[in-house]
């Protein structure tokens, strides 16, 4: 099985990505967070660190673009190119509103014409491979069956296919009966993205779609960065290893972000998915989120890993 780790907004940039990749070693390819596509001839430098060779060394990192401006994709994919980039993901995914009332991300389903013009005009100036994060439509899982057909029209590196619509964001089941008609109808390439955030999960799918070869993991991996371990090797995520791997993150975001607020913000979002490893977490987590200083916190977390197990998942 490939796994691929979905791009996270303010997550999962270098810093994080680097530690997995130091701790655990087993993505086959990091997907960075967004970068939204423009005419201009520089990128933001949170952008251009994020995406910078240098910062990504050791691993596999497709960059992902956010637009519905072809002559912008290819302008920004261009650029993206020069640093050694051979593959861009365009997102159509995102759910998030402020996404969507632009008509970008999954908001660009809904969109049909515009979109094949669009696929119709960066393919036809593509000097890099085009894979595609998408949904399955942005209101009804019917829409993915038209979606399909423009999608087939083109050779995208592959399909990431998140079976929910816009309208379920994280709510309700991955749409499993599309999912499987995807995997018949789909002329290019097929990675499957949705829900697997336990071993059981990943049994449970793989037993249903034994085809499938490639899986995308998003907020599982967040919330058990050892997960894949687990699964391939049929053990439970050490709470040293943990410790470790939360430690090279810490002080790395000290190393480059100013003032205990900034770094403890990165820091508890990163716990908002973590804790729930921990059998009685509530009052950790409550430390954490109350911390105002880095002083606060480094005494939460050596009590946390002091006091408390990893579950089993």
Same mark, same amino acid.
């Given at each position: 099985?490939?796994?691929?780790?979905?791009?996270?907004?303010?997550?999962?940039?270098?810093?994080?990505?680097?530690?997995?990749?130091?701790?655990?070693?087993?993505?086959?390819?990091?997907?960075?967070?967004?970068?939204?596509?423009?005419?201009?001839?520089?990128?933001?430098?949170?952008?251009?660190?994020?995406?910078?060779?240098?910062?990504?060394?050791?691993?596999?990192?497709?960059?992902?673009?956010?637009?519905?401006?072809?002559?912008?994709?290819?302008?920004?994919?261009?650029?993206?190119?020069?640093?050694?980039?051979?593959?861009?993901?365009?997102?159509?995914?995102?759910?998030?509103?402020?996404?969507?009332?632009?008509?970008?991300?999954?908001?660009?389903?809904?969109?049909?014409?515009?979109?094949?013009?669009?696929?119709?005009?960066?393919?036809?100036? #593509?000097?890099?491979?085009?894979?595609?994060?998408?949904?399955?439509?942005?209101?009804?899982?019917?829409?993915?069956?038209?979606?399909?057909?423009?999608?087939?029209?083109?050779?995208?590196?592959?399909?990431?296919?998140?079976?929910?619509?816009?309208?379920?964001?994280?709510?309700?089941?991955?749409?499993?009966?599309?999912?499987?008609?995807?995997?018949?109808?789909?002329?290019?390439?097929?990675?499957?993205?949705?829900?697997?955030?336990?071993?059981?999960?990943?049994?449970?799918?793989?037993?249903?779609?034994?085809?499938?070869?490639?899986?995308?993991?998003?907020?599982?991996?967040? #919330?058990?960065?050892?997960?894949?371990?687990?699964?391939?090797?049929?053990?439970?995520?050490?709470?040293?290893?943990?410790?470790?791997?939360?430690?090279?993150?810490?002080?790395?975001?000290?190393?480059?972000?100013?003032?205990?607020?900034?770094?403890?913000?990165?820091?508890?979002?990163?716990?908002?998915?973590?804790?729930?490893?921990?059998?009685?977490? #509530?009052?950790? #987590?409550?430390?954490?989120?109350?911390?105002?200083?880095?002083?606060?916190?480094?005494?939460?977390?050596?009590?946390?890993?002091?006091?408390?197990?990893?579950?089993?998942?």
């Amino acid at each position: 099985m490939n796994f691929y780790f979905a791009p996270m907004e303010g997550l999962t940039g270098y810093i994080y990505r680097n530690a997995h990749n130091t701790f655990f070693n087993n993505i086959d390819k990091y997907f960075s967070p967004f970068i939204v596509a423009n005419q201009s001839n520089s990128f933001k430098a949170r952008e251009l660190n994020d995406i910078l060779p240098e910062n990504n060394q050791g691993l596999v990192l497709i960059p992902q673009l956010l637009t519905n401006n072809a002559k912008d994709f290819i302008h920004t994919s261009n650029k993206i190119k020069q640093f050694g980039y051979n593959e861009i993901n365009l997102n159509l995914g995102c759910p998030s509103g402020t996404v969507v009332s632009k008509n970008k991300g999954s908001g660009f389903l809904s969109k049909t014409e515009e979109l094949n013009l669009f696929f119709e005009e960066i393919f036809s100036e #593509a000097t890099t491979k085009i894979s595609v994060k998408t949904r399955i439509g942005k209101d009804q899982p019917e829409e993915f069956y038209h979606l399909i057909e423009i999608f087939n029209k083109y050779p995208i590196e592959e399909l990431i296919i998140h079976p929910r619509t816009q309208k379920d964001f994280y709510n309700n089941k991955p749409n499993l009966k599309i999912f499987k008609d995807a995997l018949t109808l789909s002329k290019n390439p097929v990675c499957y993205n949705g829900d697997i955030r336990t071993v059981t999960d990943y049994r449970e799918f793989s037993n249903d779609f034994s085809s499938v070869e490639t899986l995308m993991l998003g907020r599982g991996l967040l #919330a058990n960065p050892g997960l894949i371990s687990d699964i391939e090797n049929n053990t439970k995520l050490e709470k040293k290893l943990l410790k470790d791997f939360h430690d090279k993150i810490y002080e790395d975001y000290k190393k480059i972000l100013f003032g205990d607020r900034n770094v403890l913000f990165k820091m508890k979002e990163l716990w908002f998915y973590m804790m729930p490893m921990f059998s009685d977490n #509530a009052k950790y #987590a409550k430390k954490i989120r109350k911390s105002e200083r880095l002083y606060d916190y480094d005494e939460a977390i050596l009590s946390l890993f002091r006091e408390q197990d990893i579950m089993e998942v």
